[in-house]
């Protein structure tokens, strides 16, 4: 059940997070880290490894982006 109501929360912030980088905003950058964070935990509580690792690089090249949209 906790699964499912993080993956709805994820699938929204997701939505949220790129509609606000495409008005570039940048709480789109925030938003959008909090989902991968919260589709990280999901893999994790499924021990699904390469995904769990896939949403660590994607919050990584989140973050670099930020810095270098905020140098801009």
Known sequence: MVVLILSIISL???LIGLYLLGEKK?????IFT???ACQMYIFYTQKNWFLV???VVLIAFNIVNYRKWVRG
């Not at 940048?26 to 925030?30: E, K, P, V, Y």
Request: proline residues 0%.
């Open 12 to 14: 929204i912030t997701t």
């Open 53 to 55: 690792f896939q949403m």
């Open 34 to 36: 909090a989902s991968l």
């Open 26 to 30: 940048a709480l789109g950058f925030l």
